[in-house]
Every structure is written in C-alpha cells, then in structure tokens.
C-alpha cells in the first residue's frame, strides 16, 4: 500500500435499467476508520458496499478499493476484501470447520496458513467450541462472530459488513462492535452499514444516504453541530402536548426542528435567546431540560426532513 | 490470468459432499431409489399377455375342431371356456368375460380333410389395443401349430415364412423396459440432483459469499456436478445390478461403451439441471420445472414405450434435442443387442452435442447472473 486512502468513490453511480439505486456519490476512506452508511431501507447503502466489494461494476464515476480499480471486473477487488452479507451467509448443515475450510478453499489459502489465521480469528472473536459443531446449533451472536472471521480468512484489508448485527441480541450487538473496534485496531479499514442509531455513534464517520444519494458525511459529532448549531430541548407536558402548545412552538422564529420522542417532543433553536422567547409561551409546569442532539435527531433533521 | 482454477472447483465439490453426507436424504433418493423402481416396474410393466380368456363356440365339434381349440389352450397365452352359442360369446365380449372369442363353423373338419379352405372366425376385444395387437401377434404361431397338428396340408402357403427373433428370443419385454426404465429414472434424478443445489444457494444467501470471493461461475458449475456424476454412476451401477441378477436382463455389450455412455448422459442432465436452477433461483419452481422437463419428455419421447419411427414429423424431430432419446436407444443397444461405438456412432454424437450444449448454456446463463 502507498498510504493513500484505503477507499475512494468519485461520482459513482449505480443503475439497474432505468432505476438509479446509487447516485454521483463521492467520498474517500482512510485506513484505520470504522465508516458508516446510515440511511433507511433502499437509501442504497447496500448497493454501494456491494459494488465496492467488486460485486458490482459502476454504472458511472470511478472507485478505488486498495488501490484497485474495476478494470478487470473486480477480481482483484474481490481478493482484497471481506464481505459480509445482510444474510446469514454460512452453511448450516456443515461444522464450523468445514465451513472455514470451504471459505479458505475458494481463496486457495495455503492449510497451514489457513489453519493459523482460524486460530488467530477464534482467540479475536472468543470461539472455544469444537471445530465439529454443527453451524446451525450456534447461537444468533456466535453465528455472525463466526460469519466476520469466514470473511477475514483471507486477512483482506478491507473488510464490508451489511447490517452485522440484524437480528441479534443486544448484548452481542455490542460484543460485535467491540469486535469491530478491534479489527481496525489491527490496522483493518471496516465499512458497515446499519439501522441502529447507537451503533452509528460508534463510527469514525457516518455516510448518511437518502434515494441513492450521499446527503451528508461527518464524524457523529460534526454532524450533530452541523444540523443543530443552537440548543436542544426535550420538553414533558406530562401528557399528550397541547396543540395550541405545538402550535405555538412551530410558529417561533429560530425553530429549527420540533418532532415528538414517545410521550415527549424535542425542539432544537438556532441560538440560546430564539429557544428563550419560544418556551416563554409554554404552559407552566412544562418540563424542560437542555439536552445533546442524538444522531436520531441528525437522521430526522436530515433524511426525514429533506422528504417533507 | 487462467479462466478455470481447478483447485477452486475441488473446494466447491468437497463441500457439495459434505451437503450430500449430511443429509442422506439424496444419497437414499439417488442409490435406492431407482432400484426400487425398477424392481418395482420390473414386476408390473409387463408387456407379455398371458392367460386370456377365450370363448370358444364350436358347432363342428369334429376332432379337428377340438385340435385347434386345444392348441390356442396349449400355447399358455389363452384359457379356453365353451360359449354356448355365438351370441353368447358375443355377451361374453360385450362383459369383458373374454378377451377374445372363436367361433368354429359347422364343416370346418370336413373342409380341412378335403383339402378346401377351411374357414374359423376370431374375434378379440380391442378396448385395450396393446392386449388386441399382442393377441393377433400370436396368432400365426398357433394358426401354424394348429396345422401341423390337425395334419391338414400346409401347400396353401407357397412361400413359407420363418420368423426368428434376434438378441430377445422369446420377446421377454422386461429385457426392452428395465434398460429403458433405468435411462429414464437416473435422468430425472440427476436433474433433479442439480437444479436445487444451485437455488439453494440463492435461496440461503450463500450465493453472496460465493460471489466476493474469486470463484468463477465455471468454476462453480464443475464443482457441483463433479459430486453427482460419481452419485449417479453408483445408482446406475445398482440398477444394472438388479437388472441383471434380478431380471436376468443380459449384457451383451462393452462395459467401457455403456460407461461412457452413461457419463455423457449423466452429465447432459446434470447441466440441464444446472440451466434449471440458474433460471430460477428458487427451490420450488426448480423442482417443479425438472419434474415436468425431466419426466414428461422422457417417459412420452424419448422411444421408452413408444417408438420414434412411429411418431408424427413433428415430435419425431423434437425429441432429437432429448438426451433419453439418444441414451435410450444406446443403452438399449449396449445391453441387449451388444452394438459396439460404430453402431452407436450417431446416438454418442447427439449426447456430446447436447451435452456440450447443456453445459454452455449454463455458463451463458450464470456468467451474466454473477459477473457485473
């Protein structure tokens, strides 16, 4: 490796017939980084990690993944990356062991080499059970430990995660994320896509996508400042908030955001003196309390509030 | 930059064993299955017909007459039973009672000793014309052996006919459906073998991580016919097995020839299988397609029952695009006539064609699936 970045995307696009799934989305990966593609269901995320991967051939714009181009349709992509896929990917009626073994056949790994990298991969994601456990009598969580060390066989320096950890408990979603911090620690670059807002936290930099584009792309706080430069309330009407309330709010000048969170609403103000005239026409007895914008607040702000 | 990494190949084959060990379901449905059925058919195809009831009315009641109904009951093929007059022979017909009926005319002795032409009437059911046309192809035989034994003179038939059936003797028509059977069953198993292991993949999303790896689409279809090839080779190895020590079927021809016979079918079906599931992606409609594709062209086309000479224009051309058709006429040929490659030269052709065929077509499909 030359030291540039582990990943760029200039103008890349994606169509499939008349459908534009990713659209002119640029942006550059540095070695080392957790990257997050955060966006909704058919936002493209996973249409861009699948071309990266070398899955797929951009329809449009250029990419470069380890140094590598689409030139000879991905093959040398392929061979640099690790792929995990939404689906549960492993097969079910095969051992642990044979499972590896098939995964290292297909990259022609040599067996010693194989044999030393399934080790190091076990002590990585804690696997102490037999090589000839059945893949189908493992829980959810060592399932998908199991299907991040298929995919790092090869020790590829790039290693794609869709939606790692769909399905999971959340005690090993965050035993996952552990694992994820761990891999870039060994000098790895990691792209995941997810839904989770506080895996999202965890990212270098999060990507957020909305229709096949990149609508924005910062470090969690960067975005957070970026979409709500004042101040933040969460107000408790203790109860359903009274519309006259809501209505008066919406209409204060400096309002930049009001959407409800369960019982309660956050609104979010250019600066300190808009919020004080605001709330000063709250009923009494109003809870308040100044809080730090969330990354769900950001995706509100940004994806939800692009479609209104 | 190679187009075919045999290595990588190997790796998809150990694992579609390790598929095949883990679940004996298709060990079973491959090994056991054809035997069954060929025991099975072997007992209830049977074309030879045998113990027909025959009515027989006979108003000459002379000892000539009562020789030829004698010879119809010898020749094992009839059981005679008196009708007591035609028309309830005729009843007899109209039932089912009898199968077939003869009726023999007062003076019929009395002609035969003069020399004059004497006259019987034969009448059969011909509801079920493959009975009918069974029936009627013995009565030469017995119309003979019905003359040699009333002593009357044979000079009424100038130019004497012998007719000798060569490599089945004695018509045994299991030595016809076992071998057939056999083309027919392994055929469709091996469709079938390969039209879900494809679909499954897309099915359980495996197909994902076949895909960021460098494996190549040629290198993927090797590695899940390999397998079967040898799984189907153990099934027909069985079924000849019990064809022969079962059915006495014989083996008259080269076993290299029918090996590589077999090998170049095996393959045409495992490809078309291929082709199946590639289009698919699913299970279920794979395995509906190969049962209609795998099933009805074999057992109706491919000369299993019926034969191709017999067939309109039409489907005699369409079924040169079925494997069965070509394997069944070469193994037919291999087993029963002994015909050797240059007999079989044209059905051995046809196979690598198809087979060829089959197999590119494959590739086409699955290239353009899984390479951007």
Redesign the interface.
């Known amino acids: 490796m030359n030291g540039g970045p582990a990943l760029e995307a200039r103008d890349l696009t994606i169509k499939f017939g008349d459908f534009t799934a990713v659209d002119g989305v640029t942006f550059s990966v540095e070695r080392g980084e957790i990257f997050g593609f955060l966006g909704a269901n058919g936002a493209g995320k996973t249409t861009t990690i699948r071309t990266l991967c070398g899955l797929l051939v951009p329809t449009r714009g250029e990419a470069r993944v380890g140094g590598l181009d689409f030139s000879d349709g991905g093959r040398g992509i392929k061979g640099k990356v690790g792929y995990m896929s939404q689906k549960f990917t492993l097969y079910n009626d095969l051992t642990v062991g044979e499972n590896l073994d098939f995964a290292a056949g297909l990259r022609k790994l040599d067996p010693a080499y194989a044999r030393r990298r399934r080790e190091e991969l076990f002590s990585l994601i804690a696997f102490d059970r037999p090589l000839s456990t059945m893949v189908s009598s493992l829980p959810g969580g060592v399932k998908q430990e199991l299907s991040l060390a298929a995919a790092m066989l090869h020790d590829p320096e790039i290693v794609f995660l869709d939606e790692p950890t769909a399905g999971v408990s959340p005690a090993s979603r965050a035993r996952f994320w552990e694992l994820i911090r761990e891999v870039t620690g060994l000098g790895k670059t990691v792209l995941v896509t997810t839904h989770y807002m506080d895996e999202a936290e965890q990212c270098g930099r999060i990507a957020l996508m909305r229709t096949g584009k990149l609508i924005a792309l910062d470090s969690p706080a960067g975005l957070k400042s970026a979409a709500f430069p004042g101040p933040m309330v969460e107000l408790d009407f203790g109860g359903p908030a009274p519309a006259t309330a809501l209505e008066g709010l919406g209409r204060a000048p400096g309002l930049l955001e009001l959407s409800p969170h369960g019982m309660r609403w956050h609104a979010a103000f250019a600066g300190g003196r808009e919020m004080e005239a605001a709330l000063a026409g709250l009923p009494a007895g109003t809870g308040r309390r100044e809080i730090p914008p969330s990354l769900e607040d950001v995706f509100i702000r940004l994806v939800e509030g692009a479609e209104r | 930059m190679t187009f075919f990494?045999p290595?990588?190949a190997?790796?998809?084959a150990?694992?579609e064993v390790?598929?095949i060990l883990?679940?004996p379901f298709t060990l079973v449905l491959v090994l056991g299955l054809p035997v069954v059925l060929v025991v099975f058919f072997g007992f209830a195809i049977d074309f030879d017909v045998k113990n027909l009831r025959l009515g027989v009315y006979d108003r000459d009641n002379t000892r000539h007459s009562r020789q030829v109904a004698s010879v119809f009951e010898s020749s094992g093929y009839f059981l005679p039973e008196g009708a007591s007059s035609p028309a309830d022979a005729a009843r007899g017909l109209d039932s089912g009672r009898y199968s077939a009926a003869l009726l023999i005319e007062p003076g019929f002795g009395r002609d035969l000793g003069r020399g004059a032409p004497a006259r019987v009437q034969f009448i059969v059911d011909g509801t079920d014309n493959s009975k009918a046309q069974a029936v009627l192809g013995y009565l030469p035989g017995i119309t003979s052996a019905a003359l040699r034994k009333t002593g009357a003179p044979a000079a009424a038939d100038p130019v004497p006919l012998a007719t000798r059936y060569m490599y089945n003797p004695e018509l045994n028509s299991r030595w016809f459906v076992i071998p057939g059977l056999a083309v027919i069953i392994i055929g469709l198993l091996s469709i079938l073998m390969t039209a879900l292991t494809v679909a499954r993949e897309w099915e359980?999303?495996?197909m994902?991580?076949?895909?960021?790896?460098?494996?190549r689409p040629a290198e993927i279809i090797a590695g899940k016919i390999a397998p079967y090839v040898l799984l189907v080779l153990g099934g027909v190895f069985f079924v000849n097995l019990v064809a022969r020590l079962g059915f006495g079927v014989p083996f008259r021809g080269s076993h290299p020839l029918f090996l590589s016979g077999t090998l170049l079918f095996a393959l045409a079906c495992l490809s078309q299988g291929i082709v199946i599931s590639v289009i698919t992606r699913q299970q279920q409609l794979a395995m509906q397609l190969s049962m209609i594709s795998g099933l009805l062209p074999s057992l109706l086309l491919s000369g299993f029952i019926f034969p191709v000479e017999s067939m309109p224009p039409f489907f005699r051309y369409f079924t040169m695009i079925l494997s069965p058709r070509w394997f069944m006429e070469a193994a037919r040929g291999i087993t029963i006539r002994g015909a050797g490659a240059a007999d079989l030269a044209l059905p051995l052709l046809a196979l690598c064609g198809l087979c060829a065929l089959l197999l590119a077509a494959a590739f086409r499909k699955f290239k353009t699936d899984l390479?951007?």
Not at chain 2, 208 to 215: D, G, N, Q, W
């Open positions: 990494d290595r990588r190997a790796a998809v150990r694992k390790m598929h883990r679940d359980n999303g495996s994902e991580l076949l895909l960021s790896t460098p494996l390479e951007p």
